[in-house]
Nanobody, 115 residues
Framework: QVQLVESGGGLVQPGGSLRLSCAAS????????MGWYRQAPGKQRELVAAITSSGSTGYTDSVKGRFTISRDNAKNTVYLQMNSLKPEDTAVYYCIIATMDYDYWGQGTQVTVSS
């Protein structure tokens, strides 16, 4: 059974950086896209960044120029480099790997931006 294991979250001061990683424990075939969502307390889950199988990327407006998504196809791993972090980036971050038949979700990792 495939599981997604996330790492890299934590507490960081405003202006700091974090790098999230999400690795699949097993083989996943027919991947359409990989991405990261986040959910802040009292808010709906929102798509932060996504990368397709061809390498095209997309970002929500609030993180453009600060976050970078990348992937390692051989390792079925997706990364999110987060720079210039702001308090409003505080949330639980979830990775997703979307295939033709199923969406796999990570367990979530807490990111807290605070001085």
């Amino acid at each position: 059974q495939v599981q997604l294991v996330e790492s890299g979250g934590g507490l960081v001061q405003p202006g700091g950086s974090l790098r999230l990683s999400c690795a699949a424990s097993g083989s996943i075939f027919s991947i359409n896209a990989m991405g990261w969502y986040r959910q802040a307390p009292g808010k709906q889950r929102e798509l932060v960044a996504a990368i397709t199988s061809s390498g095209s990327t997309g970002y929500t407006d609030s993180v453009k120029g600060r976050f970078t998504i990348s992937r390692d196809n051989a390792k079925n791993t997706v990364y999110l480099q987060m720079n210039s972090l702001k308090p409003e980036d505080t949330a639980v971050y979830y990775c997703i790997i979307a295939t033709m038949d199923y969406d796999y979700w990570g367990q979530g990792t807490q990111v807290t931006v605070s001085s």
